[in-house]
Structures are given as C-alpha cells and as structure tokens.
C-alpha cells in the first residue's frame, strides 16, 4: 500500500531515520451490533501539521514513562477514546513503518476489546470514530487507487482502501494492509 516514490526513499539511506521519534498505535478489534466484529480508526482533528484531519489509528508519540511501544499503543488508545487498559487484549505487533513527512517511526500492534462499553473521546485530538466492520475491511472491492496531492508531494497517485466513505492511505494504510494479510491467512 505505498505509493512507488515511498518505496524508493525507504529503500535509500535516510539519515533522519536515525534519529526518528517513535510512536505506538493500536489496530482494536471488538464486537458491535450484535457481535459483528469491527475495526476501529479514528479520524484527527484539524490542526496545522503533516497528518491533520487524516484517519488514523488511536496511538502516539511514546513517553518516557511508557515501558515500551505496546504501552505507548494502550495508554494513547485509553486517552484517544477511553478503552480501560486492563481490557484489552494485545494479540500481535506488527512491522514498523517510518513516516518522512513527520519524521515518526511507528509501531503498530494488534488488540481485542471484547467490551460493548462506548468509546469516549478525547476532544481535543480526536474528531471523530471510524468504525469499520471486518467485513467491509475485508473486501478487496475497498481497495483502490486515488491521486493525492499531500505535505510533500504533489498529485501523486497512492493506493487506499475506501472505508466507511473515508480515503485511507499511507502510513495506515499500510499497517492495514498487513492486518488484512494476516487475517486472511487464519479466516
């Protein structure tokens, strides 16, 4: 799921990946609507920065009372939209991802919340849910090609998954690309 030019600059050298800052996030499974298992993004407020109003998985930049990335993923998760912790189950980690634009290295993780417990979000960075159902995830009709201009290139075409009427790409449209690989590989 990234766009070619991405590729080549991952594959280059780049010495400010040395000195990347780091972020946890977490791809949250659970159940809705009569236990239908969904998948939950959000989509971040507007703000001056590389990554405003884009959908997101919940997470962020780690801190240094965080043990380590999965701890960022679950403490961000519990401040993004108030899953407890404690309720959360973290099945996977799954392969970083270095975002140029921000200068991150994020690393994702994959969890269950077997709650039905409403999400609370936190206002000042989140806009909104995106609570996608696995089976919209799943059908490769979601997948698509769209040009995009962004912070840092102009009219580019990116490939993107179309969930719940929102263009998703990227850094997290990687991330969900190998949580749809995997899954297809056990259902």
Request: no cysteine; charged share 25%.
């Amino acid at each position: 799921m990234a766009h070619k030019d991405r590729l080549e600059e991952l594959e280059m050298a780049n010495p400010q990946r040395k000195h990347a800052k780091k972020a946890g996030v977490l791809a949250l499974f659970y159940p809705k609507n009569e236990n239908i298992t969904h998948l939950l993004l959000i989509l971040r407020k507007t703000y001056k920065g590389v990554h405003s109003n884009q959908i997101a998985f919940p997470g962020g930049k780690f801190e240094l009372e965080d043990a380590d990335l999965q701890e960022t993923a679950l403490r961000e998760t519990n401040e993004e939209v108030g899953v407890p912790i404690e309720r959360i189950s973290v099945i996977k980690s799954l392969s970083k991802v270095y975002i140029p634009p921000s200068n991150f290295e994020v690393y994702p993780f994959v969890g269950l919340y077997e709650q039905t417990v409403p999400f609370v979000l936190q206002e000042a960075e989140v806009e909104s849910l995106v609570e996608v159902s696995l089976t919209d995830f799943m059908n490769d009709a979601n997948l698509f090609e769209q040009t995009l201009s962004t912070s840092y290139a102009k009219n580019i075409a990116v490939p993107a998954f179309k969930l719940n009427g929102y263009t998703v790409w990227g850094a997290t449209a990687m991330m969900l690309s190998e949580v749809k690989e995997l899954l297809k590989q056990v259902l």
